[in-house]
């Protein structure tokens, strides 16, 4: 690509291997259904969904030299994204992920992305080297960070003078890796996308709601948040600007899971950067993810 990128999407890019059955699923479950492999992963998700509203971002993130990592760029790069700046390592595979999801959701998933665990910070490099900044001159524009990168990574983004004028928009991967973003929770440029699970995990708290959350996370330290939970109300919380609002998503027919979230961090942060004030960018994210969860394309 001739563009230079507008963001930056680092963390986890890998093959999502997902069973889909449309009937209700329990432990034990064998149906009939479809088995999909498609490019994945929080940052590609995010990088897929801000090309189709026609940004220009870049992934950073660690892919093996092997055939797996290969089609994952050729994929990548059909579809508008900058994979110029990823790291690509002799000796550790391309990550996955394998998902199933029936009728009432998600059932189980595992989350292969030990290559980029092992990674570590060489997959920031070119935030140092001068390609896309460095120590002197940092990356001044947005940052889509994923929980995938390991905590002590995490810490170090958080301290690092590489992402001093970087916007952070931080999601946690999943609810079991919600703790690895305690570093970034009190960071004063980190907007933090979580479910109502993962922020209770951050605050070692259950909540019934996702204003409740909001305002749990602000206590703690947050300076913005975004708390969603299904299909209830969501909440937008900055300790800034005017406190917790909520807005619920509209009412759809979920077709599929994996990758909402992703869908409405990645909408929710275009509709900001368009100028769209607190309220009207909530609502724009939760229609494009019920957009995405009925199996459209969020636009």
């Known amino acids: 690509m001739n563009d230079s990128p507008d963001i930056l999407c680092i963390g986890s890019v890998l093959w999502d291997i997902i069973g889909r059955a449309p009937v209700h699923m329990h432990l034990g479950s064998d149906v009939p259904g479809r088995i999909e492999r498609l490019p994945g992963g929080v940052a590609m998700n995010i990088a897929m969904t801000l090309r189709r509203f026609g940004l220009h971002p870049a992934i950073l993130t660690a892919l093996g030299r092997d055939s797996q990592g290969a089609d994952l760029i050729a994929n990548a790069e059909m579809l508008g994204i900058d994979c110029a700046y990823l790291y690509r390592s002799d000796d550790l595979p391309t990550d996955r992920y394998m998902a199933i999801e029936g009728a009432n959701g998600l059932i189980a998933a595992i989350a292969d992305a030990h290559s980029l665990e092992a990674a570590g910070d060489k997959i920031l490099a070119p935030l140092a080297d001068g390609r896309l ?6 990356w001044s524009g ?3 960070l994923d929980g995938n990168l390991t905590e002590a990574l995490i810490s170090q983004i ?3 003078p590489l992402f001093a004028r970087a916007d ?8 079991g890796k919600a ?5 970034l929770l009190s960071h004063a440029a980190a907007t933090l996308y979580v479910n109502l699970e993962e922020a209770g995990i951050l605050c070692q708290r259950n909540f019934k709601s996702a204003e409740a959350a909001a305002e749990g996370l602000l206590a703690r330290g947050a300076h913005r948040v975004l708390v969603t939970d299904g299909g209830r109300a969501a909440a937008d919380g900055s300790a800034s600007d005017g406190g917790v609002i909520s807005s619920a998503p509209p009412s759809v027919l979920v077709t599929r899971v994996t990758g909402a979230g992703d869908t409405f961090m990645a909408a929710h942060l275009v509709a900001e950067r368009r100028g769209s ?5 909530l609502e724009r994210a939760l229609i494009a993810a019920a957009r995405y969860v009925s199996g459209e394309l969020a636009t």
């Open 133 to 138: 900044g460095s120590a002197e001159q940092p």
């Open 158 to 160: 958080s301290r690092s």
């Open 179 to 183: 703790e690895r973003l305690t570093p």
């Open 277 to 281: 004030p607190r309220a009207e960018a």
């Open 168 to 175: 952070l928009r931080v999601a946690p991967a999943s609810p």
């Open 142 to 144: 947005p940052v889509a």
